[in-house]
Antibody, heavy 119, light 110 residues
Framework: EVQLVESGGGLVQPGGSLRLSCSAS????????MHWVRQAPGKGLEYVSA????????YYADSVKGRFTISRDNSKNTLYLQMSSLRAEDTAVYYC????????????WGQGTLVTVSS | QSALTQPASVSGSPGQSITISCTGT?????????VSWYQQHPGKAPKLMIY???NRPSGVSNRFSGSKSGNTASLTISGLQAEDEADYYC??????????FGGGTKLTVL
């Protein structure tokens, strides 16, 4: 069974940093591109960042470019999102998402971890 | 990348059919057959319902169907059931090699 379990969320002050982790199991992690998608309270889904299966290619939405860094450790089956210079508008539930290997869609989602940026 | 346009809300009675539209541009919805739809119940993670415009993953009811015409994709739910009440989001792959979501549609089963 595919499982994606996020951790690392919490309360952080504006300007602060936080690192999210996503532990993957039930599939060959190193064979899949992975993504982060967020959802602000009461709002819709927002695409945040992506990383290729081998970590050699990354993508960032303009809203987080230069502040967030996506990475992965295939030996630990873990995806990361390092967030810095956090702003109130980064407050959201952050989902770890697996991209289907055969096409362009998200077939498995984690349960999410809440990040709250507030003083 | 601007969000895809969805109606904020739709409603229908049990047994009826409803359709949710998702309008983008030639750089996303119109340019690729990579539109997907996700269902999200309150407090839960999104769940894949349709991929590649009209394909259903294993385990998803055949009451859910998808289509596309030009820059607009559609999700149709037939034989509405109370359990279908949820938020629905469309998503498309884009010419920027990224993804974009719609703003979401709240489905109310009357």
């Amino acid at each position: 069974e595919v499982q994606l379990v996020e951790s690392g969320g919490g309360l952080v002050q504006p300007g602060g940093s936080l690192r999210l982790s996503c532990s993957a199991s039930g599939f060959t992690f190193s064979s899949y591109a992975m993504h982060w998608v967020r959802q602000a309270p009461g709002k819709g889904l927002e695409y945040v960042s992506a990383i290729s299966s081998n970590g050699g290619s990354t993508y960032y939405a303009d809203s987080v470019k230069g502040r967030f860094t996506i990475s992965r450790d295939n030996s630990k089956n873990t995806l990361y999102l390092q967030m810095s210079s956090l702003r109130a508008e980064d407050t959201a539930v952050y989902y770890c998402v697996r991209e289907n290997s055969g096409s362009y869609y998200f077939d498995y989602w984690g349960q999410g971890t809440l990040v709250t940026v507030s003083s | 990348q601007s969000a895809l346009t969805q109606p904020a809300s739709v409603s229908g009675s049990p047994g009826q059919s409803i359709t949710i539209s998702c309008t983008g541009t030639s750089s996303d919805v119109g340019g690729y057959n990579y539109v997907s739809w996700y269902q999200q119940h309150p407090g839960k993670a999104p769940k894949l319902m349709i991929y590649d415009v009209s394909n259903r993953p294993s385990g998803v009811s055949n009451r859910f169907s998808g289509s596309k015409s030009g820059n607009t994709a559609s999700l149709t739910i037939s034989g509405l059931q109370a359990e279908d009440e949820a938020d629905y989001y469309c998503s498309s792959y884009t010419s920027s090699s990224s993804w974009v979501f719609g703003g979401g549609t709240k489905l109310t089963v009357l």
